[in-house]
């Protein structure tokens, strides 16, 4: 199971929220491609980057951060999710050497335009589902939907998206350990990969999670966590490699 560091960029600074509330934001970081060099110090191998500035205004915002990494770090895969609503953003992006598209708040608005950028993107699109009490929650969790995560999920993944991101909105920035129940039961509903974020506390969530690694679960965000120091990186992606049933090599 790949550990992802997350970078979440606000005003061009790296910074964490509780629970999706931007005005409650910690700042981390003002240089962005330093806090990426730490991460990959480190060992990482993908990074996770959210234009929250973009999440909220429906376009691109922090998108020269992400251009930054990627020219100090061409070969480290990078995923992107935030503001990205029409297949021009995304074209951008993966000239740019992302590797990975995040479709949230837009796949359920507009579904169809999860179809549309999978067939002409092809391997490069993800989508975030981020739920509470198994309820998709859109538009920065201000409003929960009717919507049930393994509903949507099943569509999306006809639609031939690479993997789901998937979120439970009252673990994530609480240091509250992960809903495994929930994770689990969505990777067994599906057949494509589920990388799972939010709540990721200290090592016993790497443990927790790496039990449920051959359900679906591929991967794991982390965030706060890493920058409080609750869990040491290395020690983590060391630890979900050993437990690994799939014995995982970098990649």
């Known amino acids: 199971m790949l550990l992802i560091p997350a970078i ?6 790296c910074v964490r929220l509780r629970q999706g509330v931007m005005e409650d934001a910690t700042v981390f970081s003002g240089n962005i491609v ?19 500035n973009g999440a909220f ?3 691109p915002v922090n998108s020269n951060a992400v251009y930054q990494v990627r020219e100090a770090y061409p070969d480290l895969p990078v995923q992107i999710g935030g503001g990205i609503r029409d297949l021009k953003t995304i074209e951008a992006y993966l000239n740019a050497g ?4 995040i479709i949230g708040t837009q796949a ?16 490069h699109i993800m989508v975030g589902l981020d739920a509470k009490e198994g309820m998709v929650a859109i538009n920065g969790w201000a409003e929960v939907t009717d919507y049930e995560v393994t509903q949507l999920g099943k569509q999306f993944e006809e639609d031939g998206v690479e993997a789901i991101i998937y979120t439970d909105i009252g673990r994530d920035g609480m240091m509250q350990g992960v809903n495994i129940q929930a994770t689990q ?12 974020s939010g709540g990721i506390t200290n090592l016993d969530d790497i443990t927790a999670l790496s039990s449920i690694e051959a359900d679906g679960v591929s991967g794991a965000i982390t965030g706060r966590a890493i920058y409080e120091g609750t869990l040491n990186f290395k020690e983590g992606q060391a630890l979900s490699d050993a437990l690994s049933p799939f014995h995982n090599k970098p990649n």
Not at 98 to 101: A, F, G, N, W
Not at 108 to 123: D, N, R
């Open 57 to 59: 205004e429906g376009k």
């Open 108 to 123: 359920v608005h507009t579904p169809e335009f999860v179809s549309k950028a999978c067939k002409a993107f092809p391997g």
């Open 98 to 101: 992302v590797s990975y598209c």
């Open 34 to 52: 330093a806090m990426a060099e730490k991460w990959v110090s480190q060992g990482a191998r993908r990074l996770h980057m959210v234009d929250l």
């Open 8 to 13: 979440d960029l606000k005003d061009g600074e």
């Open 185 to 196: 039961a969505l990777a067994n509903a599906l057949t494509i990969p589920i990388i799972a």
